[in-house]
């Protein structure tokens, strides 16, 4: 059954981002990020109270909080990176960075939960390395450009590092408490942490600047979301880690298909041959 649900999650995820991307064209990607976590609060407290998790509440030990929180705020600053990097970047350049953190989240799940890391998962794990940098801009020089002109490329590394974090992190943390519950908690601190760099950064002024469309689309992002979480996490609850995350990385598939259908992007000869590795090495890490 996890298998299922991690399915679900990848299909949810890759939606997301091209949603995301729509609904951030007028207004900064801090406070959509912000709002966007409106909606996923309410959906996964709906869901706890849907479930009957809410019960569960009172038994939840001080080491289930403490990763619970940890993981919530590496998913906040993942979130805050990811998006100002869709906002900046096209979203066929920053989503496989994005996927990356599949290679960095085995290596921890070896290093910290005691996961096997076989000969398979390393060649796996270069096939997904390849994959990414192929899909990366052709040229060094151009590399260099769009990195210092737009800084696309410097938070979409912060989005993969911060997301292994977070997989490693709600792994232990949901363990003994409904996975319902542990995303609803998490995503609690995620709203705190999204609302305080809006205030920080001084951004709430331009909600002024916000349309129909833009809250249509933020508002859908928001669902897919919090839909991509509730699977993903009940996926990771029951199934390993190392196999989990993979599969949600699969995601990619679904958001450059979408971006190429709604946006417009289309992948160049080179970034299709490291796609077509990249989803090899997360296809045998399943198989």
């Known amino acids: 059954m996890w298998l299922l649900f991690a399915c679900g999650s990848a299909l949810f995820a890759g939606v997301t981002a091209v949603l995301a991307k729509i609904g951030m064209q007028h207004i900064n990607s801090t406070i959509a990020t912000a709002l966007r976590t409106i909606i996923v609060l309410l959906f996964s407290w709906l869901m706890v109270l849907l479930t009957g998790a809410f019960s569960g509440i009172g038994s939840i030990s001080g080491k289930t909080l403490v990763f ?16 100002k990097a869709l906002q900046l ?42 994959g990414t940098f192929l899909m990366l801009p052709k040229h060094s020089g151009d590399l260099k450009t769009v990195s210092s002109k737009k800084g696309w490329l410097f938070y979409a590394v912060l989005s993969a590092v911060f997301a292994s974090l977070t997989s490693i992190l709600g792994k232990v943390g949901i363990q003994d408490i409904d996975s319902n519950l542990g995303t609803a908690i998490r995503t609690c601190v995620v709203l705190v942490m999204a609302w305080v760099m809006v205030f920080v950064t001084g951004q709430q002024h331009s909600m002024h600047g916000l349309n129909r469309k833009d809250l249509l689309f933020l508002g859908l992002s928001g669902l897919t979301t919090g839909s991509s979480w509730l699977c993903y996490y009940r996926a990771l609850q029951d199934g390993p880690a190392s196999v989990v995350v993979p599969i949600d990385k699969l995601s990619i598939l679904v958001t450059v298909a979408f971006s190429g259908l709604v946006l417009k992007e289309r992948l160049d000869r080179r970034s299709g041959t490291g796609l077509v590795l990249l989803t090899a090495g997360t296809l045998l890490l399943v198989l």
Request: net charge negative; proline share 2%; charged share 10%.
């Open 68 to 83: 619970l929180l940890l993981s919530g705020c590496a998913t906040g600053a993942s979130w805050l990176c990811y998006f």
């Open 89 to 130: 970047g096209d979203v066929s350049q920053v989503a496989p960075i994005d996927k990356s953190s599949t290679i960095l989240t085995m290596l921890l799940a070896f290093l910290l939960l005691g996961e096997s890391l076989t000969w398979l998962k390393l060649c796996c794990m270069l096939l997904i390395g390849a």
